[in-house]
């Protein structure tokens, strides 16, 4: 089942006992602080929950399958999730 943004903002402000605008303020303002911590270079750590960081990948060569050639895949940041351990 997913949950979508309405719905999670809904509960949120349920649990919090806010106003259910206020909540989703909340959530949109974490959505869009997150990424932009991400892109300089910060990891956010959310205790309980998990931690978002930016990783650096070398370069590297790689297969082309169909052809049967190699291929050079570039070097790039990428974004990457790790659950705490207490969702795991």
């Avoid at 006992?17 to 206020?22: D, E, L, N, Y």
């Avoid at 303002?29 to 270079?41: A, D, F, T």
């Avoid at 960081?53 to 895949?73: D, F, M």
Wanted: proline share 2%.
């Amino acid at each position: 089942m997913n949950i979508t943004k309405q719905q999670l903002s809904e509960q949120l402000a349920k649990d919090a006992g806010i106003p259910q605008t206020v909540a989703l303020k909340v959530l949109e303002s974490l959505m869009y602080r997150v990424p932009q911590y991400l892109q300089n270079g910060h990891a956010v750590t959310l205790r309980g929950f998990g931690i978002f960081r930016t990783v650096y990948r070398k370069a590297k060569v790689g297969r082309n399958i169909l052809r049967g050639k190699s291929v050079t895949i570039a070097a790039r940041d990428i974004k990457t999730f790790k659950f705490s351990k207490s969702i795991r």
